[in-house]
């Protein structure tokens, strides 16, 4: 594990020196506090009053800390909480935050970036040495594991209204687990189509459009790519079975709605093979990297890419717009994805109410902050979204299905790469995705 710390972190943890036997003792020592946490408490609701804000969460929770509301003068509160993040790119935005929440409130947070590729086991060692996160940023596919390792409390500040009433019903799909609301939604991350919009003057409303236009293309130096994706990342080719598969019910975690094998997504993958084909492009030659350098140069007309363009490529300046993800032909749809990502307030803080209250500032408060610190587009419907690109990423958002939750996707992920590889180059489509479908629900009597 590599921990990483800025201005606002304490220094580093200490090496977990307990011996096996004593790390199995206290692991059951927390599996029983946990679960007699749940039974206790209930994981309790608050009391639906229908006109919660973001003041009146503020109200209550400064008063359970005996701080002064922002109305008072505000002074240091002695409290000091800790938040981990895996993303180096979000360090602006939480940065910030944290500055103005001192500011706001006289709590300090320490920010701790994570470099490492076993966060959530890495997050339970903290814990088991008392120097684990009060608050931690999650993808929704990481939430149940997290909520099954007991890691994260459910979001017991949010009444259900207030939820309803500010984000959207992708968000709460995709922090919903086994009917608890878990995080406090912040930002999110999905695809979509940019085009160089020097060159194309209508918009595509399908990929069978792209392959028409590519027809009458002239590239005097041969040097453009009219169309490109990531063709084996399951991630981006949802958007090829996405518009038809069951993917583990709403919630992305009903393991008995699972389903690849109906005519739809044969005939869409059958599409998909078809491009292979057309565009007689090398599997392992596809790299999402290679398609952004692209995009940068500005050799590819049609991409399928994700909000980490924005960075690279000024679309503003009129070079290069953005779209809806089109359908596939006139007959067939298509699918997105998201990842939502959110602030979870661990079971094992010391200082719950003071992670709850900096969870919602991230979440809602401070969010209209999101897009100009760091490009990303808030998860909250009423940010006044300035930004025409901002705006269209939300509305790209509304449409895509969030990335399911349950533990099988790890399984999912690696298979389905086998399974389009063998599509792209000429395997039979139904005789592929009924070994999917069969290796999946294998995984799941396991």
């Known amino acids: 594990m590599k921990l990483e710390k ?8 200490p090496v977990n020196s307990y011996t ?16 007699f946490c749940l039974c206790a408490c209930g994981n309790r609701k608050p009391e639906q009053t229908g006109d919660q804000t973001y003041e009146t969460i503020e109200k209550e929770l400064c008063g359970r800390l005996g701080i002064a509301t922002p109305t008072d003068s505000v002074a240091d ?13 979000d360090a602006a935005y939480y940065e910030a935050a944290a500055k103005d929440f001192y500011d706001r409130y006289g709590i300090t947070v320490n920010l701790t970036y994570y470099d490492g590729v076993s966060f959530l086991e890495d997050i339970n060692t903290a814990n088991i040495e008392g120097t684990g996160p009060d608050v931690v940023i999650l993808s929704n596919d990481q939430i149940e594991k997290a909520r099954r390792a007991g890691i994260i409390e459910e979001n017991t500040v949010y009444e259900d209204e207030f939820i309803a009433r500010n984000f959207p019903q992708v968000s709460i799909h995709a922090l919903t687990s086994d009917g608890g609301f878990y995080g406090y939604p912040i930002y999110f991350d999905t695809y979509f189509l940019v085009y160089d919009a020097s060159i194309v003057t209508e918009v595509p409303d399908t990929i069978e459009d792209i392959l028409t236009f590519s027809e009458s293309f002239e590239d005097p130096e041969n040097k453009k790519v009219v169309f490109a994706w990531d063709i084996d990342d399951p991630f981006y080719c949802y958007m090829f079975m996405g518009g038809y ?12 709605d699972f389903d690849l094998t109906n005519e739809n997504v044969v005939a869409a993958m059958t599409y ?15 790299n999402y990297d290679d398609i952004k350098t692209e995009i940068e140069a500005g050799d590819i007309v049609f991409a399928i890419a994700r909000d980490d363009i924005l960075s690279i490529v000024d679309v503003e300046e009129g070079k290069y717009d953005l779209a809806i993800v089109p359908a596939l032909t006139d007959e067939l749809e298509s699918g997105s994805l998201s990842i939502t990502y959110g602030a979870c307030v661990s ?8 992670a709850r209250l900096f969870s ?4 809602y408060e401070y969010s209209e902050n999101l897009f100009t610190l760091i490009n990303k587009t808030g998860c909250k419907g009423s940010i006044n979204r300035v930004s025409e690109n901002e705006a269209f990423l939300y509305s790209q958002y509304l449409l895509s299905d969030s990335v399911p939750k349950t533990m099988e996707m790890s399984e999912f992920w690696a298979y389905s790469q086998i399974t389009l590889d063998h599509i792209w180059e000429g395997a039979d489509v139904q005789t592929e995705l009924n ?12």
């Not at 598969?245 to 008995?256: I, N, Q, R, V």
Request: glycine residues 6%; hydrophobic residues 30%.
């Open 20 to 35: 096996d036997k004593q790390h199995r003792f206290l692991m059951l020592l927390i599996c029983i506090s946990v679960c």
């Open 360 to 363: 919602a500032y991230l979440s």
């Open 245 to 256: 598969a069951d993917f583990f019910g709403e919630y992305g975690e009903d393991k008995e």
């Open 77 to 89: 509160s002695g409290i000091t909480i800790d938040l981990w993040y895996p993303d180096s790119s």
């Open 347 to 354: 079971y094992f803080s010391e200082k719950k109410d003071a």
């Open 6 to 13: 800025n201005h606002f972190c304490r220094s580093g943890h």
């Open 272 to 286: 998909y093979q078809q491009l292979g084909e057309y565009y007689s492009v090398q599997i392992d030659k596809s």
């Open 435 to 446: 070994a999917l479908q069969s290796f999946i629900e294998e995984k799941i009597r396991d």
